[in-house]
Nanobody
Framework: QVQLVESGGGSVQAGGSLRLSCAAS????????MGWFRQAPGKDREGVAA???????TYYANSVKGRFTISQDNAKMLYLEMNTLKPEDTGMYFC??????????????????WGQGTQVTVSS
């Protein structure tokens, strides 16, 4: 079973940048997928970005394309580089992982393993 711990959240002004990190430990097969999700108060959890280790492909929500970048530097660390932040990017950000057949990458039900989240607040 995999354990996920997020860090790097904080408060920034609109137009600023943050880099979120997710430390992963425990068992994973050689091919798996990981994603970043966010949830604002009173709203559903939404997929922001995902990466598939099978072929290195990445996936983004339309709302963050061109501003956010998901990456891994080894099997233990996942990142989300967030630039040109907007107030609507505010929320709790979660790291998630899963494996098996190729999923719908930005849908939360595809991910059985979750971190506790890190808060991002963007002020106007």
């Amino acid at each position: 079973q995999v354990q996920l711990v997020e860090s790097g959240g904080g408060s920034v002004q609109a137009g600023g940048s943050l880099r979120l990190s997710c430390a992963a430990s425990g068992y994973r097969p050689s091919t798996y997928y990981m994603g970043w999700f966010r949830q604002a108060p009173g709203k559903d959890r939404e997929g922001v970005a995902a990466i598939y280790t099978g072929d290195g492909s990445t996936y983004y929500a339309n709302s963050v394309k061109g501003r956010f970048t998901i990456s891994q530097d080894n099997a233990k660390m996942l990142y989300l580089e967030m630039n040109t932040l907007k107030p609507e990017d505010t929320g709790m950000y979660f790291c998630a992982a899963g494996w098996g057949s190729r999923p719908f990458f930005l849908l939360s039900y595809e991910y059985p393993y979750w971190g506790q989240g890190t808060q991002v607040t963007v002020s106007s």
